[in-house]
Each structure stands twice: as structure tokens, then as C-alpha cells.
């Protein structure tokens, strides 16, 4: 039997109820905002006609024609924002949310989202719920992935947007699902390095990372690299880091002079098998080379893998002509294994890989000895 009107949830803090007009002008302030034209598909321009109709009639309508249940949320007595389950009666709805601004940050937006699906779920009776946000809409994703949402993949121009179809996110929340996060997402650490600082790379840092990447000599080595290298294969780079970060499938790092900020390189680790081993790599700027920037930053690197994440391993290769970064390698307390026959992509091609690692134990047993050639 179809819910004709919004029930009143609670979890003492946060409340969903139908929506009414008194919410009307935080409604027209929650759709004025930046982001919620960003990320919706509220139109634009938007006033308070259009806010007393959302309220009046749109949201009722989704109840009485029963495609949407929607919810005003409230807290503190007052709108906060408003949520939805839309569907089509088969057992699976698409989940819909945006808060007014003032609330953003303060956890209210999780709890009104664990009472709408705890709701659709046992009392409505869905087994699955649909997650789709924009690509880039990571406050969207983190609600979701805080929930337990599995983030299945990327579908390309799959939702309209004022005449745009807009890359996106699509994810997936079953019944039987726990509601909780369902692998971490890392924040990345600030790391001093003996006169160097590790931080999270910047959209500020785009150019110096072009130059880096650009750069002759790790053109030549690094095969994996865009070529030509430009701000776009940048600002890739950084996308992809956001996206290791979410899935906690890794961390890269800008190496940073700590006296100005200008960025010397980038370091990070990769291909984790969690309480076994991950990766590392690197790539200095050629106006650092030479002054130690890539093995202080790699022996950053690896005490944060084993004091962090709790690796008992960490690997790198280099391809094996490249002297240069063998010595890094060496210099940061790694060893060399073997020989992998054309195991390093290079610009040519393929070459043979000089293959390095370190253990837990050995890196505890060497590190206060281990110096780094400057
Ligand atoms: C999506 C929305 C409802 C989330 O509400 P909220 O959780 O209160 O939102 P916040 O802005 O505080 O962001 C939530 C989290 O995302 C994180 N986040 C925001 N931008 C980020 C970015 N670029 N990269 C990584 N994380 C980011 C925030 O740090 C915050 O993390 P925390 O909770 O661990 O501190 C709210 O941002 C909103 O109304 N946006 C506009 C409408 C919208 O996008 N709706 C969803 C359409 S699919």
C-alpha cells in the first residue's frame, strides 16, 4: 500500500518530516547555494516561488503519486535540508540529499541519511538502494561511502544536467549490507623528512608538477607517464590520488621545501595488500636532484608503512639502468632482490627491472643507523 504523507523519523538529534511552508525561505537559501547548483539539478536561476512550490506541491505530489518519498530534515527546530528515496515500486529506490550550508560538516546530514534508509529498508520493504553523484562530488560520496554504499564505478554521461549529461558515481547499498564504511579512506599525513616536508599535492602545485613530469629524464624512465605531459595530465594525477585516497588504496604525497613550499618531487605508496606489503615510488624535480630529496622522502615513506600501515614488506623497482634511482633506493635501506627481465615500462618500451625491498624487521633493526647521502 502506497505512504501517502511523510511519517515524522527521529533519532533524538535529528528529525524527518514532511516538508511545510515555513521552510520555504531556508529552502530558497539551501538552492541559491554554490554547491547544491553544482552538484543538482535544481534550477537555475532559482527563487521563492520556486522554493514554495518545492515544498507545496513537488514534494507532496512524490508522496501522493508514490514515486518519491521526500523528507525535510531538521534540526535544532529549523530546515536543514532535505532527503529522498525515488522509485519505481520494484524494490529499488535512488537515494537523493542536500543539505542547507549552515548544517554542512556537522554530522547531521549522516544521521538524517541512517534514518531514511534504516526507513526504506524495514519499512518499506527495499532491498536495494542506488547512490549517483556527479564525478568530483566528494562530500556526496564520503555520506555515502559512511553509510556502507559500495562505489561500483564511473558511467559516462549518465545523468542530464541543464542540457549537460554529467559524468558520474554510481554505487549500491542492499538490505543485507552492513551500514558502515566498507574499506577506509585515508587522510594524508603531513610527514617531516629530515628537512623535507611530505604533504597532500594541491591544484597549486600543478605546475611544478609539469615540470617534473615533463621532464626529460623522467620522460625516459617512467613509461607510465602521459606524454606529452600537460596541467590536464596533472590535474589526472591528482584525481586519481582523491580516488586512492577513498578507496584506501593509497597515498601520494608532494615533497615540499618546508622553508617555502615549493614543491622538490612526490613520493607515495600504492598496490597495498593490507598487514602484508604495498609499493613505493617517486619522481624528483630536476632543479632537486641530487641533494638526497627522493631517498629522505622514501625512508618517510616507509616508516609510515610500517608504523602506520602496519605492512611487514615494502617493494619498489627501478628499471635497471637507471642509476640514479637504484640509489635512492639503496640509500633509503632497501635491497635489491633480482633481476626481473623486462619487467620496468620505459618511454622505449619495455627494460629489465631492478627489483628492491625492505622487511619490517630489518627496517626496525636498521633505521637508527640509516643515513641518507645529501
Ligand atoms: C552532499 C552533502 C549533502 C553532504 O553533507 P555534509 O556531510 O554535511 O557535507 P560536507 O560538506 O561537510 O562534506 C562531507 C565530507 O566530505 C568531505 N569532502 C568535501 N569535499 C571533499 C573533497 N574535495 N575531497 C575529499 N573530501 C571532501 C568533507 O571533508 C567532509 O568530510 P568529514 O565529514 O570527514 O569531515 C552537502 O555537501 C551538500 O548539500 N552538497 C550540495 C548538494 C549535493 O551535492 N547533494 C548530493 C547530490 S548527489
Excluded at 511552508?21 to 543538482?40: F, G, I, K, N
Aim: with cysteine; glycine share 10%; aromatic share 8%.
Amino acid at each position: 500500500m502506497p505512504a501517502l504523507a511523510a511519517p515524522t523519523l527521529t533519532d533524538g538529534t535529528v528529525t524527518l518530516r514532511a516538508h511545510r511552508r515555513d521552510d520555504t525561505d531556508r529552502v530558497l537559501e539551501q538552492c541559491l547555494d554554490p554547491a547544491s547548483q553544482r552538484w543538482t539539478t535544481v534550477p537555475v536561476p532559482y527563487d521563492r516561488e520556486l522554493a514554495l512550490s518545492f515544498v507545496e506541491d513537488l514534494m507532496p505530489q512524490g508522496w501522493a503519486e508514490d514515486r518519491e518519498w521526500g523528507f525535510a530534515i531538521e534540526v535544532g527546530g529549523r530546515y536543514a535540508g532535505t532527503c529522498s528515496l525515488r522509485h519505481d515500486g520494484s524494490g529499488r529506490a535512488e537515494i537523493a540529499y542536500a543539505a542547507h550550508p549552515d548544517v554542512r560538516g556537522t554530522g547531521t546530514v549522516g544521521r538524517a541519511l541512517r534514518l531514511l534508509v534504516d526507513w526504506g529498508f524495514e519499512d518499506r520493504g527495499l532491498r536495494a538502494i542506488g547512490w549517483w553523484a556527479h564525478v568530483g562530488n566528494w562530500a556526496s560520496r564520503k555520506a555515502a561511502w559512511r553509510l556502507g554504499f559500495g562505489i561500483e564505478g564511473t558511467v559516462r554521461a549518465a545523468q542530464p544536467q541543464r542540457g549537460e549529461l554529467r559524468d558520474s558515481w554510481v554505487g549500491t547499498l542492499l538490505r543485507e549490507d552492513p551500514r558502515a564504511p566498507t574499506h577506509p579512506w585515508l587522510v594524508t599525513p603531513v610527514l617531516e623528512a629530515d628537512g623535507l616536508r611530505l604533504r597532500a599535492p594541491e591544484e597549486s602545485d600543478v605546475p611544478r608538477i609539469v615540470q617534473a613530469c615533463s621532464d626529460p629524464v623522467s620522460q625516459r624512465w617512467l613509461g607510465q607517464l602521459p606524454s606529452p605531459y600537460d596541467e590536464a595530465s596533472a590535474h589526472a594525477w591528482l584525481a586519481a590520488g582523491h580516488e586512492r585516497l577513498a578507496t584506501g588504496t593509497g597515498t601520494d604525497w608532494v615533497v615540499v621545501d618546508p622553508a617555502d613550499d615549493l614543491v622538490l618531487g612526490s613520493v607515495g605508496w600504492f598496490a597495498h595488500t593490507p598487514g602484508v606489503e604495498c609499493e613505493v615510488g617517486y619522481l624528483t624535480h630536476p632543479s632537486a636532484r641530487g641533494r638526497g630529496v627522493a631517498s629522505r622522502a622514501t625512508q618517510a615513506v616507509l616508516r609510515h608503512a610500517f608504523e602506520q600501515l602496519g605492512v611487514r614488506r615494502v617493494r619498489a623497482f627501478a628499471a635497471a639502468e637507471n642509476t640514479a634511482s637504484r640509489q635512492v633506493l639503496q640509500a633509503a635501506g632497501m635491497t635489491c632482490t633480482g633481476i626481473e627481465r623486462l619487467g620496468a615500462r620505459v618511454r622505449d618500451g619495455v627494460a629489465d627491472a631492478a627489483l628492491y625491498d625492505v622487511l619490517a624487521e630489518d627496517w626496525r633493526a636498521g633505521r637508527s643507523s640509516a643515513s641518507v647521502r645529501r
